[in-house]
């Protein structure tokens, strides 16, 4: 391979390094913005809720709100990540994960609208939305490596190169 193509390599992957690190970032935003919610939920009985504590747990749940936005906003302009994606033949798996957690966001949303509510099925729902998050964030992260490696492979294998 020629150093001009190992050059024009080494950029591609640095753009993905940069989406795949800002996807990480932005998952990890949205697992600490659900954190306090979550543990607020976890903390009311295993009975029955009112609509006063929807209501204050849909108060909790705004700063979840504002990062799954930035998420999805991401997701529209994370054009690395799927053109890296469709080289490896995951497209089914990616780049959904802004709309797989935009859907769970609105059905958490829904339930906290309505007048009652069981706290057992919300916590199924929020335990749910922790599981998917937790898993793109544990791919990103993986990916996130896999790329940074690649880099330090080609980086290596240039003419004066590191190596």
Excluded: N
């Amino acid at each position: 391979m020629s150093a001009t193509e190992m050059l024009r390599q080494i950029t591609t992957l640095q753009a993905q390094l940069g989406g795949w690190k800002e996807l990480h970032h932005i998952l990890h935003d949205v697992l600490a913005a659900f954190s306090p919610f979550y543990a607020s939920l976890r903390a009311l009985s295993h009975g029955q809720a009112g609509a006063m504590d929807g209501l204050a747990l849909l108060q909790g749940w705004r700063s979840c709100q504002a990062a799954v936005d930035r998420l999805t906003d991401f997701e529209s302009s994370a054009e690395y990540i799927r053109l890296a994606s469709r080289r490896e033949g995951t497209t089914p798996s990616w780049p959904d994960w802004g709309a797989r957690i935009a859907a769970l966001r609105r059905e958490v949303e829904e339930r906290l609208r309505e007048e009652k509510w069981d706290t057992e099925g919300l916590l199924d729902l929020a335990d749910e939305f922790h599981h998917v998050c937790d898993c793109y964030l544990s791919l990103a992260d993986r990916k996130l490596r896999r790329v940074i490696e690649e880099t330090q492979g080609l980086y290596v294998r240039l003419p004066g190169g590191l190596g």
